[in-house]
């Protein structure tokens, strides 16, 4: 049972996954429907004639439409948080015995427009995300209408300009969803350990070549403190796009079972170690001729954070030097 935690773990991504697409779709159909709306206003006016009364209506259907799609967009954010959150604490609680079911005070926090994620609160995260969206397309209407474009050609630069902004959208959804699967994974682990048998956590990162510099560094680091005592940099998500997890440290027991790699799952092993193993053409590519020349000259190592004259630092020195990263 013990394996187990650190399994489930590891392999919450798949169930995680299965919250990735209804709210993915949310994002489409709300956003689908505001463009349907943008691009017929848009279609009334011929680009060359547009006039600055018309200018202004356009501009006007496009910051309302966005509004609306946003506005209704995050109360389904909220909801899949909560699913997404108990589904997640109910896979701890199934496995060990602590409380059945997610505190309510943790839930609410957890879909609380004020929750900090990645250093802004969920509403903030969502508004920004909609400014910028409403932003490009204006700048997409408003340039193909300096350029005299014809209206065709305007409507298709306000649909490429949104197809990037839904992708954007897309990526903060995620991290908010994400943000509350490790929430709610926090406070099953902050239960587990009355039961004694979590000792620290691991940062499990993944192995191939997106994994970020910060991920790289602390893959397979343990700090033996309590979930809810340890160092802010040290939780995941750290930063958009994140893939580490922390994996419970279960006492008297060393290793985590397996490590998923661009070659599938692999034995345990640290990112420092893995990337030891693959070619000269993939390290230079992940770290950059720069690093990658200091890489092979021994002056730098990925998993130790060494500083420029290779003494190892302690955990808490790594904090000041990532900022300086
Ligand atoms: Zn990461």
Same mark, same amino acid.
């Given at each position: 049972?013990v394996n187990?935690?650190?399994q489930?773990g590891?392999?919450?991504?798949?169930?995680?996954?299965?919250?990735?697409?209804p709210?993915?779709n949310d994002v489409?159909l709300?956003?689908?429907? %505001?463009?349907?709306?943008i691009?017929?206003?848009?279609l $009334?006016?011929?680009?060359?004639?547009y006039?600055?009364? $018309?200018?202004?209506?356009?501009?006007?259907a496009i910051?309302?439409?966005?509004?609306?799609?946003y506005?209704?967009?995050?109360?389904?954010l909220? %909801?899949?948080?909560?699913?997404?959150?108990t589904?997640?604490?109910?896979s701890?609680?199934?496995?060990?015995?602590?409380n059945k079911?997610?505190?309510?005070?943790?839930? +609410?926090?957890?879909?609380s427009?004020?929750?900090?994620?990645?250093g802004?609160?969920?509403?903030?995260?969502?508004n920004?995300t909609?400014d910028d969206?409403?932003r %490009?397309i204006?700048?997409?209407?408003a340039?193909?209408?300096?350029d005299?474009s014809?209206t065709a050609?305007?409507?298709?630069?306000?649909?490429d300009?949104?197809?990037?902004?839904?992708?954007q959208?897309?990526t903060?959804?995620?991290?908010?969803?994400k943000?509350?699967?490790?929430n709610?994974?926090y406070?099953?682990?902050?239960?587990m +350990?009355k039961?004694d048998?979590i000792?620290?956590?691991?940062?499990i990162?993944?192995?191939?070549?997106?994994?970020?510099?910060?991920c790289?560094?602390?893959d397979?680091?343990t700090?033996y403190?309590?979930?809810?005592e340890?160092?802010?940099?040290?939780?995941?998500p750290?930063?958009?796009?994140?893939?580490?997890?922390l994996a419970?440290?279960?006492?008297?027991?060393?290793e985590v079972?397996?490590r998923?790699?661009?070659?599938?799952?692999?034995?345990?092993?640290?990112y420092?170690?893995w990337?030891?193993? $693959?070619s000269? %053409?993939?390290?230079?590519?992940?770290l950059g001729?720069?690093?990658?020349n200091l890489?092979?000259?021994?002056?730098?190592?990925?998993?130790s954070l060494?500083d420029?004259?290779?003494?190892?630092?302690?955990?808490?020195?790594?904090?000041?030097v990532?900022?300086?990263?």
């Amino acid at each position: 049972m013990v394996n187990s935690i650190a399994q489930l773990g590891l392999m919450q991504e798949t169930l995680f996954e299965l919250y990735k697409s209804p709210a993915v779709n949310d994002v489409e159909l709300a956003m689908q429907d %505001a463009m349907k709306r943008i691009e017929l206003k848009a279609l $009334q006016f011929d680009g060359s004639d547009y006039t600055k009364r $018309q200018l202004n209506e356009a501009r006007n259907a496009i910051a309302s439409e966005l509004d609306i799609a946003y506005k209704n967009l995050f109360p389904d954010l909220q %909801a899949e948080s909560a699913a997404v959150a108990t589904t997640i604490y109910n896979s701890y609680a199934g496995l060990v015995s602590i409380n059945k079911t997610i505190s309510k005070a943790v839930l +609410e926090e957890i879909i609380s427009s004020n929750q900090n994620i990645l250093g802004y609160t969920f509403k903030e995260l969502v508004n920004v995300t909609k400014d910028d969206h409403e932003r %490009a397309i204006r700048v997409a209407l408003a340039s193909g209408v300096a350029d005299g474009s014809s209206t065709a050609k305007i409507v298709r630069n306000i649909k490429d300009a949104n197809t990037r902004n839904v992708k954007q959208l897309n990526t903060n959804v995620y991290t908010i969803l994400k943000q509350s699967r490790e929430n709610a994974t926090y406070s099953a682990y902050a239960e587990m +350990e009355k039961l004694d048998f979590i000792d620290g956590y691991t940062s499990i990162g993944v192995l191939d070549g997106r994994t970020s510099e910060i991920c790289r560094n602390l893959d397979n680091v343990t700090i033996y403190k309590p979930v809810r005592e340890l160092p802010g940099y040290f939780l995941t998500p750290r930063h958009f796009s994140c893939r580490s997890k922390l994996a419970p440290h279960i006492e008297d027991s060393e290793e985590v079972p397996f490590r998923s790699s661009i070659e599938g799952q692999v034995a345990n092993q640290s990112y420092g170690q893995w990337f030891k193993t $693959q070619s000269p %053409a993939f390290q230079k590519n992940v770290l950059g001729n720069k690093k990658y020349n200091l890489y092979k000259q021994g002056r730098y190592t990925i998993g130790s954070l060494a500083d420029a004259k290779g003494k190892k630092l302690s955990i808490e020195q790594i904090n000041d030097v990532l900022k300086n990263l």
